[in-house]
């Protein structure tokens, strides 16, 4: 069974960093670009940066552009998402998500993971 698994979610202070990995299996990593979205309590899940397949080309959410960054490491099937610069409204559950993205706004992600919790306090 194909999956995606997520992990590097905390608890942080307004202004900190944290690394987000994900990490697919090899089929997945091989063949569907893989995402990151999030959702916040009682608001809509969204999309906050994807990259293509085999670590290639990267689209970011326009909060994201200059504080996150996503990057792959194709030996370890893995994807990760640096966020520095860290606010109190990027709480939010984040999510991995393995399909096809053609833009930010435009997408179909067939496989998710079950999310890593990422709180940034005030």
């Known amino acids: 069974q194909e999956q995606l698994v997520e992990s590097g979610g905390g608890l942080v202070q307004t202004g900190g960093s944290l690394r987000l990995s994900c990490t697919a299996s090899?089929?997945?990593?091989?063949?569907?670009?893989i995402a990151w979205f999030r959702q916040a309590p009682e608001k809509e899940r969204e999309f906050v940066a994807g990259?293509?397949?085999?670590?290639?080309?990267?689209h970011y959410a326009d909060f994201a552009k200059g504080r996150f960054t996503i990057s792959g490491d194709i030996n370890k099937n893995t994807v990760y998402l640096q966020m520095n610069s860290l606010k109190p409204e990027d709480t939010a559950h984040y999510y991995c998500?393995?399909?096809?993205?053609?833009?930010?706004?435009?997408?179909?992600?067939?496989?998710w993971g079950k999310g890593t919790l990422v709180t940034v306090s005030s």
């Open positions: 998500a393995a399909g096809r993205i053609r833009t930010r706004e435009n997408y179909e992600m067939d496989y």
């Open positions: 090899a089929l997945i990593f091989s063949y569907y670009d």
């Open positions: 990259i293509g397949r085999l670590a290639s080309n990267t």
